[in-house]
């Protein structure tokens, strides 16, 4: 993809969370929420801790999802019964239209959003009706660990609360992603591949990661209108690259870039709060060295491995297995490891190079929603605990494919002393490559109903990635 050739940013039309509402009706009303109302709470304004400065504000999630609002300190209410949708506004006076510009009418807001009527958050108890129980999110996000924050208005105490409906069936919804979903979700991978191009393009020796942080992100906002990023970027050189999560404060992106250097770019825009999440590897100067040769491809063949094997019925674990399968391989015949793969593979050898999960659910979060449902056991063993979905796919899923095989001194010295692993290491050869750092290939791919399609199309062979960098 070529930025400057982008025309203009995606439309976004409100059909889109009104498709979503209609779906969220039609689940609630075969549960016992049947004759209740949806309440639900968007984010709220903040502040940088005990500052005047106001952050720059993102919707709450599962809020967009359902009403698609753009504005901070909104509610949103849903008649289950007969579907009638209501957004609730703060009620905003002349300080806000001086410093912060004209203020919209609930007409506006209803014409924008396309919801059946629109009044103010101060009237959200004279409106919502007390004989009928008010549904509201609440339930644990599997992948943070964090619960739901809890839904508060004046008046709240008056009503009949159910925090249990809700949460499991509007994150059971948002796994599967809507043809209009999906629409955005291609435009944010594209403004994201472009951005991964640039980078490949622009990069030289002696630049500073950041310097190549900074040019992504101005493509993916300056030419694809994407304000925010989907999470915070890793730029990863050298021995950095084996640093799963680099990039944050305290590694913030700042190391020089070194002739030789492998890197690990993992990075993804976000539009219309739909995200991408991509990495890409290569090495600094544009040439692959024997040694980045292999590691690289072996992580290659376990994506594409991946890919190929994807469609419905298919068991997400069992992904994460054949990735590892091909790794241990390569690894195998490059002499890192002595043994056969089963055996290796059993042995949990895998974790060692590759201790994450092979990817997640992506869509309105970047590790989205649904994840582990009831009935869905969580792995248990090194490395495949790591998942954040074990779940069977289906059409309409949205999932990253990110394996990678890293030389973390952190794990590798710790297992040349045990014997269990020992045994399985060719310490003389690993050695040679506690520097190297580390390499992922991250796409993002929708489930179809005969198989998968890539949404993020980038260099991926080297001939590909070399030709790309000469240029």
Same mark, same amino acid.
């Given at each position: ?215 992504? #992100? ?7 209108? /994407?304000?925010? &990023?989907?999470? @915070? %970027?890793?730029?990863? !050189?050298? $021995? ?23 890197? #690990? ?7 219309? /709060?739909?995200? &991408?999440?991509? @990495? %890409?590897?290569?090495? !600094?100067? $544009? ?35 054949? &990735? ?148």
């Amino acid at each position: 993809p070529q930025l400057s050739k982008m025309a203009t940013r995606l439309p976004i039309h409100p059909s889109l969370h009104t498709e979503n509402r209609v779906r969220l009706v039609q689940a609630l009303r075969q549960t016992e929420g049947k004759d209740a109302i949806v309440v639900m709470q968007g984010g709220a304004t903040t502040y940088r801790h005990d500052t005047d400065h106001e952050d720059l504000f993102r919707q709450e999630s599962n809020f967009h999802w359902t009403f698609g609002v753009e504005e901070a300190d909104c509610f949103g209410a849903i008649d289950v019964a007969t579907g009638h949708s209501t957004l609730f506004i703060p009620r905003l006076g002349l300080e806000y239209a001086v410093w912060m510009g004209e203020i919209a009418t609930p007409e506006q807001f209803k014409a924008r959003y396309e919801v059946d009527s629109v009044r103010f958050t101060d009237e959200i108890a004279a409106v919502l009706s007390k004989s009928k129980t008010l549904l509201f999110i609440h339930g644990l996000n599997t992948d943070s660990g964090a619960t739901s924050p809890a839904v508060s208005f004046e008046g709240v105490s008056e009503y009949t609360i159910d925090r249990v409906i809700l949460h499991p069936v509007i994150t059971g919804l948002r796994v599967f992603k809507t043809p209009a979903e999906q629409r955005v979700l291609r435009y944010a991978a594209e403004v994201s591949a472009a951005g991964h191009v640039a980078v490949m393009k622009a990069i030289r020796p002696g630049m500073s990661e950041y310097e190549l942080e900074s040019l992504f #992100l101005h493509h993916c906002y300056g030419k694809g209108g /994407c304000r925010h &990023a989907s999470y @915070t %970027c890793i730029c990863a !050189a050298g $021995g950095n690259s084996a640093v799963l999560h680099y990039g944050h404060a305290g590694a913030p992106n700042r190391a020089a870039i070194r002739d030789g250097d492998m890197c #690990l770019f993992d990075m993804g825009a976000e539009y219309h /709060c739909y995200g &991408a999440d991509i @990495t %890409c590897s290569f090495p !600094a100067n $544009g040439t692959f060295t024997p040694q980045q040769r292999w590691v690289y491809n072996a992580v290659l063949d376990a994506n594409r491995a991946v890919i190929a094997a994807i469609r419905p019925g298919v068991a997400w674990p069992d992904m994460h297995l054949l &990735a590892e399968r091909v790794i241990i391989k390569a690894l195998v015949d490059n002499g890192l490891l002595v043994g056969e793969v089963e055996e290796l593979l059993q042995a949990r050898v895998g974790a060692l190079f590759m201790p994450h999960g092979l990817g997640h659910f992506l869509g309105i979060d970047t590790h989205d929603v649904g994840g582990y449902p009831s009935g869905v056991e969580r792995p248990t063993a090194p490395g495949i605990k790591r998942l954040r979905t074990a779940r069977v796919l289906e059409e309409n899923m949205y999932i990253t494919v990110e394996p990678g095989l890293y030389f973390i001194e952190a794990l590798l010295l710790p297992a040349f002393e045990d014997a269990a692993m020992a045994k399985y290491l060719v310490k003389e050869k690993i050695s040679q490559y506690l520097k190297f750092g580390g390499v992922r290939i991250e796409d993002d791919v929708l489930v179809t109903a005969t198989g998968a399609e890539i949404f993020s199309v980038v260099p991926r062979t080297i001939e590909e990635i070399e030709a790309t960098m000469r240029h």
